[in-house]
Structure formats: C-alpha cells, structure tokens
C-alpha cells in the first residue's frame, strides 16, 4: 500500500481486479445474451417509462452490453445523451440518434470509446437527465457503487448534487456483480437500483 493510500482505495483496487477478472472469463455469447436480458428489464423501469431525457453510456470491452437499450430507449422517442471522455477525464455530453452518429475515438494509449459525432451540449447538459444510467463493477446492498476509479463519474455526481438535480441514478451490471459490501468513502454517492439480467433491485432514495 503506498504510504498515503486510503485503506478504502487499496480495498477497492482488489476488488476492482478480481472482478475485472469474473468479466474476462465470459464468453461473447454470454454477454450478449447478458445485454438482451438487461435491456428487458431496464425497459420495464417506471423511471424510464416517464423520462424525457435520459443520460446513458455506450458499453465497451467485457461491460455489459447497452446498444440494445438505447436503442430501445431511442425508438420510444426518448432523447438520449451519451458521454465524451475529455482531456481532464470529466465528461462531456452528445445526443444518441442511432448507430450511425456514433464514431470510435481513441483516447491517447488508453482506450477507445464510441462517442456521439453531434454537436457537444458542455458538462452540465446531465443536469437536465431525469435518469442517469451508470457504468460500474459492483454495487451493495446500501446501494454504494464500485466505478472504475477514473473519476469521471464521481465529477458527474457531484456536478448533479451541485446543479439541485435529482435524477434517478442506475447502475447496469451483471448478476454476480451484487456483492455484500463495497469499500466507500465520504464523496462516494448512492445508486437508486442496479439492473442486472435477471431483474431489477432498488435501494432506499435518500
């Protein structure tokens, strides 16, 4: 542990690893399947039923797979914004009208994300999201979600707290990914319910 590493970090690093592993060892059949079952269920959310705008994510890698509900969540004529990874790891927003306004952007050696091609709406186009659906690697049953550890969405969350803003905050995940407890700390924010594919679990809204 490096001398001013919080207890809570070096947790959530082992954690972080051990489920990145569980996500390798599936197959591409069962993620995909993974991603239709998920987008059943999400769909069926009141939530999502009522929103005008919803703030989504395009999955990559071992993730759960979201093309399926956004879609979805576009043919219902829901207006859906999809980030944009800037320099600084905060995020910026763009609409969702299909497949085809999505482009692969590489981000230096790092990764490369499907990100909107249209008109960038600035880092606080979130506030106006009635649901934000969150990428993640696990979640409690107090709701505390484990991210990546890039920061990127705890600078959503606190732009939202900042904003007055209230969305319903839900995290896509995989069933094994509901675990018993995830490390938190002080700016760590609650999700309102995590779907998996196999159904819906929600969490007591502050």
């Known amino acids: 542990m490096k001398y001013d590493e ?9 954690l972080r690893r051990e489920l990145l592993s569980l996500r390798r060892a599936l197959t591409p059949e069962e993620r995909t399947e993974a991603g239709a079952a998920l987008a059943v269920h999400a769909l069926r959310l009141p939530e999502l039923a009522t929103a005008r705008t919803v703030a989504a994510y395009v999955s990559m890698g071992t993730e ?3 093309a399926e509900l956004l879609e979805a969540l576009r043919r ?3 207006r859906v914004l999809l980030p944009v990874l800037l320099p600084d790891d905060d995020l910026d927003w763009g609409a969702y009208t299909g497949p085809g306004s999505l482009a692969a952007v590489r ?3 790092r990764m490369e994300l499907a990100e909107p091609t249209g008109p960038r709406l600035g880092p ?6 009635d649901v934000v659906l969150l990428p993640g690697l696990a979640v409690d049953g ?10 990127s969405y705890d600078r959503v969350l606190a732009r939202l707290e900042r904003a007055g803003a209230r969305p319903a905050l839900v995290v896509l995940l995989y069933d094994t990914e509901v675990v018993a407890r995830v490390p938190a700390e002080a700016h760590d924010h609650p999700v309102h319910a995590v779907v998996t594919p196999t159904g819906v679990r929600r969490f007591a809204r502050p």
Do not use: I, S
């Not at 107090?142 to 920061?151: C, F, P, S």
């Open 142 to 151: 107090r709701g505390m979600r484990l991210g990546r550890g890039g920061g």
């Open 64 to 66: 759960p797979g979201t």
């Open 76 to 78: 219902r004529g829901t």
């Open 6 to 14: 919080h207890p809570a970090d070096l947790e959530k690093r082992n």
């Open 107 to 109: 981000h230096g050696g």
């Open 124 to 129: 606080d186009a979130v506030a106006a999201a």
